[in-house]
């Protein structure tokens, strides 16, 4: 199973309404983490998620979730996460 793969699993949990995950790695090549644990080009990533469970939190409290969700991607070379963290609400607006 892919990278790509195992964060959409593992994020799901959190009911997302919209979610967009990019692998950006290529544009990371012979950059630091690039080629760390894992060497298959699965090491920076873009996510857009949207979700109810994110209401009432702060953006940094939205962000500590999905980074203690994917810890061990993190642990397993995972090294970039460019998060956008919403609401509902916020995503109409």
Known sequence: MSRDERIKNILQQLNPVVFELKNDSAKHAGH???MGVEPTGET??????VSEVFKGMGRVDRQRKVYDLLRPEFNSGL???????????????
């Open 32 to 34: 630091a983490g690039h």
């Open 44 to 49: 920076h990533y873009k996510l857009k998620i």
């Open 79 to 93: 090294h970039a996460l460019e998060l956008k963290t919403l609401t509902p609400e916020e995503a109409k607006g």
